[in-house]
């Protein structure tokens, strides 16, 4: 048996395949097993992947499969706990770790999953729907439960949900519950995500507030700081906040909004039911940079299929070479599997026609801009 000790994380390796990753409170958040990296959700479900030619295989375990895993993993802690540490090999990364390894061990094998998945329940009501792929260990604050919209005809994420704006003093009290639930594990989390859809439903003093009191509350306490970022809906935030709304945002702590462009097409973006017009999107954003706050701008990939495939192309790449977008930004191109975002009549794309819309789409790129893939699927929090 191996382990390795950072001040935040301790690794334990059981196999040469698998190893379990345990945060500063002994909540387990993540396994390695044969390839696969699979990720335990804050209530307890896990959800595993890998990936292969830029197709992720991604599947959410079933909840005796992750019962079954998370038993494996608290297991072999407390047998490590037993035999102790002289017929281990341990790495430490750090002289915190050396001198808190046995007493971060027996905190590990004494950890209570059960209670610290239910703890969590309470706190977020509303399942998270999903989160941006370069946020790997944010903590989300809801500040709206839902989306706003809710009619796009090619997401799923919020169907079931009835949209609602939290009070301000529900907000506070939301985020004290989160910090006191993590724990010590909260030094593992290196940023905050205001959710859910749209944190701009609420008028622009209590957004400040609340970024206000995130910075506060969290910043001290993770060890990696990254700031705070938000998904915005473009027209509702186009039609309530103007560039001085958004000065404001950056001056109380917002470092980056995500935005769902989707497509540059107006006539594609009104077959998918999208709030608003191209052109009320592209002004927000110029509005989000005029406050020298960061982008990332998400497009869909094999949207529309077949049908609008050439025009939704052409016409994406001449809206990103009009919007003042620099090197802070990022695009995020998702792929959409099994339809073509409308009504099913648009001929959706194979895997390699949508491998290579991606290729397409990154080489219009305007100089500069980086890009990544954003794969949904077995998505959880």
Excluded at 26 to 48: C, E, K, T
Excluded at 268 to 293: C, F
Excluded at 349 to 365: D, F, N
């Amino acid at each position: 048996m191996n382990i390795t000790a950072y001040h935040n994380i301790l690794n334990v390796t059981d196999t040469a395949e698998r190893s379990f990753a345990f945060d500063a409170s002994g909540r387990l958040f993540a396994v390695y097993d044969n390839g696969w990296y699979i990720r335990r959700s804050i209530n307890g479900s896990m959800a595993a992947k890998r990936w292969t030619d830029l197709k992720a295989r991604a599947y959410v375990l079933q909840p005796d499969d992750s019962q079954t895993l998370n038993e494996q993993a608290y297991a072999c802690v407390r047998r490590l706990q037993h035999t102790g540490l002289s017929q281990c090999t341990v790495k430490y990364h750090d002289r915190y770790a050396y001198g808190q390894v046995h007493e971060w061990i027996a905190q590990t094998a004494q950890f209570d999953c059960r209670h610290d998945s239910h703890t969590f329940s309470r706190i977020y009501r509303a399942p998270v729907g999903i989160l941006p792929p370069d946020h790997y260990l944010p903590v989300v604050v809801q500040v709206t439960e839902g989306c706003q919209w809710n009619q796009c005809s090619f997401c799923t994420f919020y169907k079931n949900q009835r949209f609602r704006k939290k009070s301000l003093p529900e907000i506070m009290e939301h985020i004290k519950h989160i910090r006191d639930a993590f724990g010590t594990g909260i030094s593992l989390r290196n940023s905050v995500f205001l959710g859910e859809a749209n944190c701009l439903a609420l008028d622009t003093d209590a957004v400040v507030e609340v970024l206000h009191a995130a910075n506060e509350l969290f910043e001290p306490v993770m060890d990696d700081y990254r700031g705070i970022s938000a998904f915005v809906e473009p027209h509702a935030a186009h039609a309530q906040y103007d560039a001085v709304d958004f000065q404001r945002l950056k001056q109380a702590g917002l470092r980056c909004v995500y935005v769902g462009f989707e497509t540059g097409s107006e006539e594609l973006r009104h077959r998918l039911h999208k709030p608003g017009t191209v052109r009320s999107a592209e002004e927000m954003i110029r509005r989000i940079k005029e406050a020298a706050m960061s982008v990332g701008l998400i497009l869909m990939v094999g949207i529309g299929g077949h049908r609008y495939e050439e025009i939704h192309v052409n016409e994406t790449i001449e809206a990103l070479r009009r919007l003042p977008l620099d090197g802070s930004d990022m695009i995020f191109m998702s792929p959409l599997l099994g339809g073509d975002g409308i009504d099913a009549t648009g001929g959706s794309l194979h895997w390699h026609e949508i491998v290579a819309q991606y290729e397409i789409l990154k080489q219009g790129l305007p100089f500069g801009l980086r890009s990544s893939l954003y794969e949904i699927q077995g998505f959880i929090y």
